[in-house]
């Protein structure tokens, strides 16, 4: 069904991809400060960026399913996860910058603040009292 060689593929430039914007956003005023003021458009330039790579190499039913598949898995995580006193304080902590968690790591790397998130859990939080 799924060619390991193409989904290898796939990986490989999409962390290229991603290491280079990373690497180009800690070196380049230009870049750092356009992640900074448009972070949500860096992620999707990222990812057409790696898009287009994939499809040069002639792989984009694998790119569209190494990058589909995990979204749609860390979607389901999110919206089954219980929220606990634990999760709370752990949440808590880490916005204290007492403790980082991988996904934060992650999402600082991409550029994503966490006031930017904040603001939309602020949002939804609201929309689910009304």
């Known amino acids: 069904f799924l060619n390991p060689l193409g989904m290898f593929t796939a990986m490989v430039v999409v962390s290229a991809v991603f290491l280079g914007s990373v690497w180009a956003g800690e070196n380049r005023a230009v870049i750092k400060n ?6 949500t458009v860096f992620v999707i330039a990222v990812m057409v960026a790696s898009y287009m790579l ?19 898995l860390i979607a389901a995580h999110a919206s089954f996860r219980l929220r606990n006193m634990k999760n709370k304080l752990e949440n808590k902590m880490e916005g204290a910058g007492l403790k980082r968690s991988p996904m934060g790591i992650f999402l600082e790397a991409l550029g994503q603040q966490e006031e ?3 603001k ?9 009292k009304e």
Do not use: C, D, H, Y
């Open 34 to 39: 356009f992640k900074r003021q448009n972070p």
């Open 54 to 72: 994939i499809s040069l190499l002639g792989s984009v039913m694998t790119f569209m399913t190494a990058i589909t598949l995990p979204l749609t």
């Open 116 to 118: 930017n998130l904040q």
């Open 120 to 128: 939309i859990q602020t949002f939804l939080e609201g929309k689910v």
